[in-house]
């Protein structure tokens, strides 16, 4: 027996015999330096092929006169109404009271009645409000789009004059905006080469078909300063006006259409301005856009004020954080009834209140518990409003999700047993006692500095992004396996706290991953101003910043998000419309948010110029609605599609272990770092190049009308099971 062999424990040597000659050689190297417990690991695959790009749809849309030309399967499909909410959950966050969705039921009801809600659908990493959506809006993950680590990512900037060389930026930025225009003058939304991210518009206004947007991230202005430079580039006259107006976020933010090529709803009558997209793919020509409720309103409600589902006059976008169901859905049910057939909705979430005072809610507690009464109306208000206009799942595709599921940071009710409905839950006020509402707000910069007094915050200062999972940025940014780097990982994986709820010691830090493992995960692009230290997932009850008291309950803020648990990257997908199948409700199809859009997609008989991360979901749609490629071979294309989620989703199985790999390297001395870090970028490039080359016959099936050939696609579905096992084994050793 060779070297080689006699170092791979027995029950792997069997699962090598059956694998193609290339990936067993590839895959027993690994393997055996696994066993070998080497501090240095050359990495000898080769990069990693970059799949073929999709043949680009023609530049020029259709005219006007030509309408909206979606191709689904058998014609039916006129609109598309996508709304995705900010945490509104399916899943019971107390299991005595109804969770978000069973107090909508005219909105549960709709797709379970007439479609598929599944409940095995997932989130990427880190689980923030941008990532999320944009996720589902592209279909890539951040490595893709450049929004991987955080809501609003603060990297390392040589040329910012802060004592840390850091720069702030939010993502909530219009779509072709820049980060700095003087300090980093690169796109918000980037793609791994450099590029702009291609917009997800563009396959529908090419159809001829007019795009609304409504709060939904990116895709129309989110602030009054770089989007409205960014968007009246080339109209000085407007641009001035706009930054003169004292109510700019009203009149300007947050609702935009994006139009077929000549359609007179976005001409220069109604100040049109042209939709500007410098790096699309195949180009983007003539095609014109309307920004703001000043200038939709009057095309949306052309007979008299613009009202909310309630009847009462919106005099303007009322912000990303406060809008609610009346509003989103009024603004949607009116571009869909006034020449706008595809809309995308944002609607916030109903677990804090919206109206003063701002705090957060409770589960049961009677202001959400009216909140969601109110959503549920909004809901049965707009759903009717539909039908009487003959916008119904006949002819109609819906789609609703949810970006992360908040986590409740806070305590049982005083009155356990309490259902919400009938009997309101109650908490106790303010900051002391079991029975608060509130995340625990912790100092990091203290805690780390009594961990280890050696480390000197003057000399080597840092900074990270204030969330539950705080994305860690030292001052220079030193190498990942640097002497500084590695104390401060260490040091981080230490931390405790005595929960100031309970009494209990808590573990703050469930795992760790720097740039080798964020790769892995896809969290990161090549962008070195974007690239962090490490990220700290902590426990989901704790909020970090860098100031204040070691710990305190902040009653303002009780829903965390961003870190890695089953509660957070946990939520729904739900379909109905010609195609989709009536499954009710279902959980057998694990599926994430780059499912979403290539599902979408194939429905309506569309593609993008660019090759999606996810894939179409075969198993909630009818045979007759699947493209040829996939129905012509659907046993095959689903087995390859659900081995390739497993490897390639960042909380898929293989993701997930692989965290437990990275916590170990970064909490291990340097020898075991040094191992386990080789370990994850040997995985890392394996997982790619077999990632890509399934994900490649996927999308020929999907897109090109190739089927899926039985032998390849089970040795691909081989190959990955083996390499699934392989991680985990390792995870576990």
């Given amino acids: 027996m060779n070297q080689t062999s006699s170092i791979i424990p027995k029950r792997f040597r069997s699962k090598l015999r059956d694998l193609s000659p290339v990936f067993r050689q590839v895959l027993a190297a690994t393997i ?36 909206c030309a979606l191709n689904s399967a058998r014609g039916e499909i ?14 019971r966050d107390n299991p005595t009271v109804p969770s978000d969705l069973e107090q909508m039921p005219h909105l549960l009801n709709f797709f379970v009645n007439n479609g598929t809600l599944s409940t095995n659908h997932h989130t990427p990493l880190i689980a923030h409000t941008a990532d999320d959506i944009i996720t589902s809006l592209t279909g890539v993950y951040g490595e893709r789009h450049g929004q991987p680590v955080a809501n609003s990512y603060n990297y390392f900037n040589p040329k910012a004059s802060d004592g840390l060389g850091s720069t702030f930026t939010s993502s909530f930025t219009y779509w072709t905006d820049l980060v700095d225009p003087v300090a980093d003058p690169t796109f918000s939304l980037l793609t791994a080469d450099g590029k702009n991210a291609p917009a997800p518009w563009v396959p529908f206004t090419r159809a001829g078909c007019n795009f609304g947007a409504v709060s939904i991230a990116n895709m129309e202005m989110e602030n009054t300063n770089s989007d409205l430079k960014t968007v009246f580039a080339n109209d000085p006259t407007e641009l001035a006006l706009a930054l003169a107006d004292k109510n700019a976020a009203a009149d300007f933010e947050g609702i935009a259409i994006h139009c077929a090529s000549g359609n007179a709803l976005c001409s220069s009558q109604h100040h049109g301005e042209p939709d500007v997209l410098p790096q699309e793919p195949n180009g983007y020509s003539g095609f014109n856009a309307l920004f703001g409720h000043k200038f939709v309103a009057p095309v949306i409600s052309p007979n ?26 009024a603004y949607t049910a009116a571009m869909q009834e006034n020449g706008v057939p595809v809309t995308y ?34 809901f049965n208000k707009f759903f009717t409003r539909l039908e009487n206009d003959g916008i119904t799942p006949d002819n109609t595709l819906c789609i609703l999700t949810a970006d992360e599921n908040d986590h409740f940071a806070g305590g049982p009710p005083t009155n356990p047993g309490c259902d919400g409905v009938n009997i309101p839950c109650t908490y106790t006020p303010g900051t002391v006692g079991p029975n608060t509402v509130g995340e625990l707000l912790s100092n990091i910069q203290s805690l780390l500095g009594k961990e280890d007094p050696s480390l000197n915050f003057t000399n080597t200062p840092f900074d990270i992004h ?12 030193p190498a990942r396996d640097s002497a500084i780097a590695r104390q401060f990982e260490r040091d981080t994986s230490k931390l405790t706290l005595v929960n100031p709820r309970t009494g209990n010691t808590d573990t703050l830090t469930r795992f760790l991953a720097d740039p080798v493992e964020l790769k892995l ?20 009850d704790y909020f970090f910043q860098t100031f204040g008291p070691d710990v305190v309950v902040n009653p303002g803020f009780a829903w965390n998000h961003g870190g890695v648990s089953p509660d957070i990257n946990v939520t729904y997908l739900a379909l109905a419309g010609p195609g989709v199948k009536n499954k009710g409700v279902d959980d057998d199809v694990w599926s994430d ?23 179409v979901l075969a198993e909630d749609l009818h045979h007759w609605a699947l493209p040829d ?41 340097d020898a075991t770092y040094a191992n386990l870090e080789n370990q994850l970028s040997f995985i890392t490039s394996l997982r790619n190049h077999l990632a890509d080359e399934m994900l490649e016959r996927l999308t020929d099936a999907e897109f090109h009308g190739k089927r899926i050939s039985k032998e390849e696609g089970r040795e691909l579905v081989r190959e990955s099971q083996a390499l699934a096992d392989y991680v985990n084994w390792l995870a576990a050793h």
Avoid at 86 to 91: E, M, Q
Avoid at 309 to 317: A, R, S, V
Avoid at 523 to 532: A, K, S
């Fill in 304 to 329: 008299g004020p613009f009202l909310d589902l309630n009847g009462k006059p919106l005099n303007g976008f009322p912000g990303f954080g406060g809008i609610s169901a009346y509003q989103a859905l």
């Fill in 32 to 67: 055996s330096l696994a066993f070998a417990l080497s501090s240095v690991m050359p990495l000898l695959v080769p990069a990693t092929a970059q799949a073929a790009p999709m043949p680009a749809p023609p530049q020029n849309a259709p005219s006007s006169a030509g309408g």
């Fill in 521 to 540: 995960l896809h969290m990161i692009t090549d962008d070195p101003l974007r690239t962090p230290t490490y990220v700290m997932f902590g426990d989901p």
């Fill in 629 to 669: 490629g996939v129905e012509d071979n659907r046993g095959e294309f689903v087995e390859l599609a659900r081995a390739y989620k497993r490897i390639n989703a960042p909380v898929g199985e293989l993701g997930l272990a692989s965290l437990k790999i990275s916590t170990k390297a970064l909490a291990g001395d």
């Fill in 466 to 477: 204030f969330d539950m999972a705080p994305v860690f940025y030292i001052s220079g940014q």
């Fill in 593 to 615: 948010h780059t499912d979403i859009r290539p599902t979408m997609l194939a429905l309506v008989g569309l593609k993008d110029d660019y090759q999606s991360q996810g894939r």
């Fill in 345 to 378: 909705s944002y609607i916030s979430d109903a677990h804090d209140s919206h109206s003063a005072p701002f705090r957060a809610f409770g589960p049961g507690e009677a202001g959400y518990v009216a909140q969601l009464a109110a959503y549920d109306d909004a």
């Fill in 78 to 91: 006129k609109h598309v109404i996508y709304i995705q909410f900010d945490n509104v959950h399916f899943t």
